[in-house]
């Protein structure tokens, strides 16, 4: 994907945010940036903020890991102003919308594995290169128009991206017969009223592929913000697959410092959670947060209650 330097849109709204943890483990300092800077967007625009349970690869869930999720949400101050929905439980949304798109000729079976695709350097062509297995299940593609995509990040400023050449035709709904992530997140992020996507820059290369899968389901466009990645000490990004450690609940305000200064925002002086918030929130610019990638503050820095 090509970046365009761009200063921050202003005039671009935030209305009515989410945040979207996996439950493949407890919630790590990653994970909170994306959070933070989620519930900051939507209540700076005075808006609602919103969060869903991403457990559709049910494979990779954790038992207990959504609760202990959403309670060390709730120990930071970030609570759902509706009710949590889990994707495990929307099988048939997500069944209806690839009908939707098989019926207008938009994908196709696909039973390509990962080797077929590497003499291709990854990117699967207009159609399918395997023979059909009639033993086992296909993945479905989309077909990917020959355009480019771009949208303008709130954070990372002009993005554009040529599907055909960079990704290829994708998969939406998975061999395990479960749906994909990229039309899970498109469908859900309409079914909850989403008008701003607030998350990690990991994904932002996922942005073009969900923008068109908007534009072929007739689903509103969304606006987006797309957060520096926090690294680890070796200079690879923060993973719960790495064990980073998870934040901690029972002492929150040492993270939240951290993740406020990670997104280069001021540290207000405050003696709890609902303090520090609502001091943050005052001085909240979206101009501050830097684009590149960062390793966070120590915590123990910031235990002090005057930063």
Not at 201 to 222: E, F, N
Not at 247 to 265: C, I, M, S, T, Y
Not at 274 to 287: I, K, P, Q, T, Y
Request: contains cysteine; proline residues 8%; neutral net charge.
């Amino acid at each position: 994907m090509r970046q365009v330097p761009h200063p921050y849109a202003a005039s671009m709204t935030f209305h009515r945010g989410r945040f979207a943890p996996s439950p493949s483990g407890r919630l790590h300092f990653g994970s909170l940036v994306a959070a933070l800077g989620s519930w900051l967007f939507a209540r700076a625009d005075n808006g609602e903020w919103l969060v869903r349970i991403e457990d559709f690869d049910r494979e990779r869930v954790v038992p207990g890991a959504a609760d202990d999720i959403l309670a060390t949400l709730h120990a930071f101050g970030f609570d759902s102003d509706r009710p949590v929905i889990h994707q495990s439980e929307r099988d048939e949304v997500y069944r209806a919308a690839l009908r939707r798109l098989e019926d207008a000729g938009q994908v196709y079976p696909c039973w390509c594995s990962r080797a077929d695709l590497a003499a291709f350097g990854g990117i699967h062509p207009q159609n399918c290169i395997a023979r059909p297995d009639p033993a086992r299940a296909p993945a479905w593609r989309l077909r990917v128009p020959d355009e480019s995509i771009a949208f303008l990040d709130a954070v990372q400023g002009e993005q554009r991206q040529d599907l055909r050449r960079e990704v290829g035709d994708f998969v939406v709904w998975r061999v395990e017969k479960t749906v994909a992530y990229q039309l899970a997140v498109v469908v859900d992020d309409a079914a909850q009223g989403i008008t701003a996507v607030v998350r990690g820059a990991d994904l932002l290369d996922s942005t073009p592929r969900q923008i068109l899968l908007q534009r072929l389901l007739d689903l509103p466009r969304l606006q987006y913000a797309h957060l520096p990645l926090a690294l680890g000490a070796d200079g690879r990004k923060l993973s719960k697959h790495e064990l980073a450690l998870p934040v901690d609940g029972d002492d929150p305000l040492p993270a939240l410092r951290a993740a406020l200064r990670f997104l280069g925002q001021p540290l207000p002086p405050a003696r709890n959670v609902r303090d520090l918030l609502s001091a943050a929130l005052e001085e909240f610019d979206a101009g501050r947060i830097p684009c590149a990638p960062s390793a966070p503050a120590p915590f123990a820095a910031l235990r002090k209650d005057v930063c």
